[in-house]
Every structure is written in C-alpha cells, then in structure tokens.
C-alpha cells in the first residue's frame, strides 16, 4: 500500500517529467556551419566542446526566462 510520501514522490516525477520535455532544445536546420562558432562543417556542430558550450548558453538563456 502506497503512503503519502510515495503519491508525492510519484507526482513530483510526474512534475520533472513533464518539465524536461518541455525544455527540450529545438535547434535550427543543418546550416552547413557550427551554430557555436560557424566553422564549416556538415554537421551541427563542429566538435563536443562548441555543442556543450551551445547547450550552456541555451541553458542560461532558458533560467533567465523563467526568473
């Protein structure tokens, strides 16, 4: 039998789920350049660092929204 603290634990995990896919990134077509550095590649980004960094931005840019 489930307590309180497993239904508030349930719904809080309800709640992030929820959240996440509601901050999902919705990153722009292939341009034929990095969207971090604009180097010229044929993928998104040209190397892992300027994707994290690009994530990291994104990131800050979505908490200054919300407050």
């Not at 309180?4 to 034929?32: C, I, R, S, Y």
């Not at 998104?44 to 960094?53: E, L, P």
């Not at 994530?55 to 919300?66: D, P």
């Amino acid at each position: 039998m489930a307590d309180n603290v497993d239904d508030a634990n349930n719904m809080a995990e309800l709640h992030l789920a929820a959240e996440l896919a509601k901050a999902k990134p919705v990153l722009p077509p292939l341009t034929g350049h990095c969207f971090y550095c604009h180097t010229p590649t044929t993928e998104r980004f040209c190397d892992a660092d300027c994707r994290d960094d690009y994530e990291r931005e994104q990131r800050k840019i979505m908490m200054r929204k919300r407050g």
